[in-house]
């Protein structure tokens, strides 16, 4: 049998010879050049939708996935036994001026029942465009539709505080920007109570807040502000403000937890309570139950005195520096780690003495 494309006498396939067959089937169809849009302020490129990219290789690899159809394709070294499924792919970038021009092998067949290997060279320009993607728009456009407060109960956040939740903050936004692009915050701004962030997304905004809630408790509000009117769908248009308020203890502070006297440690996120060797640690989901409850509350400084562990013998003795007078320590509220001659700080409470480290 004679190949009709070239005359040659050779097995044909569907009528012509494995050469002319695979001159006269293709692979994928690639066009010669790609303009690409890509947003100036992130790592995204528009290619039917705002892609995230790392490299040049992300957008290459996208246009030969679309150019392929249903089908896989394999980036490979050195092609293998050939198959309809994945095609193997191989290619090289080469930068110019304002261009990535990319050369590129693609191996494989064009039908499932054909045994006739093609392999196929193409050329193509890739051109980036750049522009502004519509969520980096409002982001450096100063959109936002929620006002996030982080503030603590009582007082001002300390400056450790204020980063502390700015960081994380900061990482829950990065994280739920995978998923939701209006989860970005436009502005951070530094006040006297505490941290106020400019929030891209109001649903977002709810969500960090639950989410800090369910870390550290306190406790949340809501509120809205009346900032403009809406021509074309004839509405108000309203800012909420989300408040996240942390509790009240902070570190140096005094407390009376569970019939013991302890000094704060850490407030940031959790609460660290100490007590010469003595140390507990309370989440802050359970900091809030127990102070409602009575097992955990602040002492004023004014209601601490000074004193001396005189002896100490199944219990102790705590002389006052300011009176001389002496308290029996009950052995059971001795801490750990206490010694005859320790400078105390104390606390007479419903009749009985209660130690701390000063």
């Known amino acids: ?77 050195d092609f293998g036994p050939p198959s309809y499924d994945p095609l193997q792919i191989r290619y090289k970038v080469i930068p110019e001026k304002e261009t990535f021009v990319v050369e590129c092998e693609v191996f494989g067949r064009d039908d499932p029942f054909s045994d006739v290997a093609i392999t196929e060279d193409h050329v193509f320009v890739v051109e980036p465009k750049y522009t502004v993607c519509p969520r980096c728009s409002k982001k450096y456009g100063g959109y936002y539709e929620a006002i996030f407060q982080v503030r603590r109960e009582g007082r001002p956040l300390t400056a450790d505080e204020a980063q502390y939740f700015i960081d994380e903050v900061s990482s829950l936004s990065d994280a739920e920007l995978e998923k939701n692009e209006m989860a970005f915050i436009a502005k951070v701004q530094t006040r006297k109570e505490g941290v106020d962030f400019q929030m891209g997304s109001l649903k977002f905004t709810k969500k960090l807040a639950r989410t800090l809630l369910s870390r550290y408790g306190g406790s949340i509000g809501e509120s809205h502000r009346l900032v403009g009117f809406d021509r074309q769908e004839g509405k108000e248009r309203h800012r909420t403000t989300v408040v996240y308020r942390l509790s009240k203890f902070e570190p140096g502070q005094y407390v009376f937890y569970k019939g013991s006297l302890w000094m704060v440690a850490n407030a940031v996120d959790k609460l660290s309570l100490e007590s010469f060797d003595d140390a507990v640690t309370i989440d802050f989901k359970k900091v809030e139950k127990e102070a409602n409850e009575g097992q955990l509350e602040i002492v004023e400084s004014e209601f601490m005195r000074k004193g001396l562990i005189a002896s100490l013998n199944d219990g102790a003795e705590v002389l006052a520096l300011d009176t001389y007078e002496t308290y029996e320590l009950e052995a059971a509220s001795v801490p750990t780690g206490l010694t005859q001659g320790d400078q105390v700080l104390f606390l007479i409470k419903d009749g009985r003495c209660h130690v701390v480290s000063p």
């Open 1 to 77: 049998m004679f190949c009709y494309k070239c005359g040659k006498e050779v097995p044909l396939v569907d009528g012509l010879c494995r050469e002319c067959y695979a001159k006269e089937h293709s692979l994928i169809t690639l066009e010669t050049h790609y303009p690409v849009v890509i947003c100036k302020y992130c790592d995204t490129y528009l290619y039917d939708v705002w892609r995230q990219f790392s490299y040049m290789e992300d957008i290459i690899d996208t246009i030969l996935d679309k150019a392929a159809g249903k089908r896989r394709i394999r980036a490979v070294e």
